[in-house]
C-alpha cells in the first residue's frame, strides 16, 4: 500500500523560514516517481508549487516561490524536501506531496496534475505578518 506523508507545517512569522518533509513508502522505486509539491488556501486552487524529476536533474518552480523556496530529494531515504525562505503571508496553505510515475522530468501545469497518481493529505502552513 502506497503511504504519502507531508510534515513540516507550522506556524511561521513572516520572513521566516519552514522546511517541510515529505515521505513515501510503499512506491515501486521511489527514484523510479517524479516528486511535486502543490498548495491550496482556503478559497483559491490549488496550484503547483514546486517538482523535481527522478534523480533530481530537473527541478521547476511557481513564479510566486522561486527563488525563495528550493526543493530536493534523497532518494536512499524515500524522502522529498521543500526548503521555504522569506515566507509571505500568501505562502500560507495546506502544503501537499505527490508522486508522479509517468514521466521522467516532472511538471507542475494544472493540465497534467492529473499524472501525480499518488498524494499525501497535507500540512498546514500559517505564515503570520
Known amino acids: 500500500q502506497v503511504q504519502v506523508m507531508e510534515s513540516g507545517g507550522g506556524l511561521v512569522q513572516a520572513g521566516g523560514s519552514l522546511r517541510l518533509s515529505c515521505t513515501a513508502s510503499?512506491?515501486?522505486?521511489?527514484?523510479?516517481?517524479?516528486m511535486g509539491w502543490f498548495r491550496q488556501a482556503p478559497g483559491k486552487e490549488r496550484e503547483g508549487v514546486s517538482c523535481?524529476?527522478?534523480?533530481?536533474?530537473?527541478?521547476k518552480y511557481a513564479d510566486s516561490v522561486q527563488a525563495r523556496f528550493t526543493i530536493s530529494r534523497d532518494n536512499d531515504k524515500n524522502m522529498l524536501y521543500l526548503q521555504r525562505n522569506s515566507l509571505k503571508t500568501d505562502d500560507k496553505a495546506m502544503y501537499y506531496c505527490?508522486?508522479?510515475?509517468?514521466?521522467?522530468?516532472?511538471?507542475?501545469?494544472?493540465?497534467?496534475?492529473?499524472?501525480?497518481?499518488?498524494w499525501g493529505q497535507g500540512t498546514q502552513v500559517t505564515v503570520s505578518s
Open positions: 510503499g512506491l515501486t522505486g521511489f527514484a523510479n516517481y517524479s
Open positions: 523535481i524529476s527522478r534523480r533530481g536533474a530537473t527541478t
Open positions: 505527490a508522486a508522479d510515475r509517468s514521466r521522467s522530468g516532472c511538471t507542475l501545469a494544472d493540465t497534467e496534475t492529473y499524472r501525480y497518481k499518488y
